[in-house]
C-alpha cells in the first residue's frame, strides 16, 4: 500500500516535472511603441462633458492627443487602437498608421491583432487598413456595434470588415492572454462603454505598462475617480478605475493614460520602443 502510494506520488511529481519546461523557456522579446494617432486642434473645457460631479470650472482647459500602440512579442505584431485616418477632421494625424507601420518596416498584412479598447470612433477609424488581423475587443461593444440599431458614439462603419466581410473576431467576455505567457493582457475594464478594455504589457527592462484607453482621460480623473458625463455606466468605470490602480501598485506598472499628453513621454519617441 505504501509502495503504491509513493509511486502515485511520484506521478504527481512527474507530470509537475514534464509541465516545468513550459515556464523554464526564456521569455519572449516583448517591445512597444507609440504612434501619433492625432492631436486635437485646441484644447478643450473639460466642466462641460468631462465631469457628471461639476468637479471642474468652466475655464479649466485640457489639451488632448491621440494614441496608438505596436506591440511585437517574438516575430507577431499587435495593433492597440486605430485613431482616425489623416484628413478626417482638425484633430486627425499627419501620417496614416499604415504609413508609420511603413517606418517600422511593417506592412498592415503583418498584423495579426488588433485590440480596441472600445467602439468610439477616435480610436477605431483606422481599423479598416487592418483587414488581415484578429480584432480582440469586449463583447459589449462587439453587442453593441452589431446591434440592429447601434447607439449613439457608436462607429459601427469602421468595423465592417468584421461584422460583415468575415474578419476574424474574438468577443471577449474574460481577459486575454494574447500571446500565452502573460506578457501581454487585454484588461476587462468596462464602464466608459459596456465592453471597454485596457491593455497591459509586461516589457523585461521597463517593467509593466498599462495602456487605460478611456478608463481615464486625463490625469486629474484618473487621480479622483472623476467619471465623464458621457459614460456608459458609473459603478463600472470607478471598479475598472479601483481596478487599475491596483494592478499598478502590484506590478509597480507605468499607467499611460492615452488621451493626456503629458503621458507621450513615458514611452520613447517614435520609432523608438520601449523594451
Ligand atoms: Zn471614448
Not at 506520488?9 to 494617432?37: E, H, I, K, T, Y
Not at 470650472?57 to 487602437?81: A, E, I, N, R
Not at 495579426?112 to 480584432?135: E, M
Not at 463600472?236 to 499607467?255: C, G, H, P, Q
Request: hydrophobic residues 40%; proline residues 7%.
Amino acid at each position: 500500500m505504501t509502495k503504491v502510494r509513493y509511486f502515485a506520488a511520484a506521478g504527481v511529481c512527474a507530470a509537475a516535472w514534464m509541465a516545468a519546461p513550459a515556464f523554464a523557456q526564456a521569455p519572449a522579446d516583448v517591445s512597444l511603441w507609440r504612434l501619433d494617432c492625432g492631436t486635437a486642434a485646441k484644447p478643450t473645457a473639460i466642466a462641460e462633458r468631462f465631469s457628471d460631479t461639476f468637479a471642474y470650472p468652466p475655464d479649466k482647459l485640457q489639451p488632448f492627443t491621440y494614441s496608438c500602440y505596436v506591440v511585437k512579442h517574438g516575430d507577431d505584431y499587435m495593433v492597440w487602437d486605430t485613431g482616425f485616418p489623416p484628413g478626417a477632421n482638425a484633430n486627425a494625424p499627419k501620417v496614416s498608421l499604415a504609413d508609420q507601420l511603413a517606418q517600422l518596416k511593417l506592412t498592415p498584412a503583418q498584423i495579426k491583432y488588433v485590440g480596441i479598447s472600445h467602439y468610439h470612433a477616435d480610436h477605431t477609424s483606422q481599423l479598416p487598413s487592418l483587414g488581415n488581423a484578429t480584432l480582440l475587443i469586449g463583447k459589449g461593444d462587439w453587442d453593441a456595434i452589431t446591434a440592429p440599431k447601434p447607439a449613439q458614439g457608436v462607429n459601427a462603419a469602421g468595423f465592417t470588415h468584421w461584422t460583415e466581410l468575415g474578419g476574424k473576431v474574438e468577443p471577449l467576455t474574460l481577459d486575454k492572454d494574447v500571446f500565452g505567457d502573460g506578457s501581454v493582457v487585454v484588461l476587462r475594464t468596462p464602464g466608459h462603454t459596456p465592453g471597454h478594455s485596457s491593455l497591459l504589457v509586461r516589457l523585461k527592462e521597463k517593467g509593466a505598462v498599462i495602456l487605460t484607453g478611456d478608463a481615464a482621460h486625463f490625469h486629474e480623473n484618473y487621480d479622483s475617480n472623476g467619471v465623464p458625463a458621457f459614460n456608459y455606466d458609473r459603478a463600472e468605470t470607478i471598479a475598472s478605475l479601483d481596478r487599475i490602480k491596483k494592478i499598478a501598485a502590484n506590478l509597480k506598472a507605468t499607467v499611460i493614460i492615452q488621451h493626456d499628453p503629458r503621458d507621450i513621454g513615458k514611452l520613447p519617441a517614435f520609432p523608438a520602443a520601449a523594451r
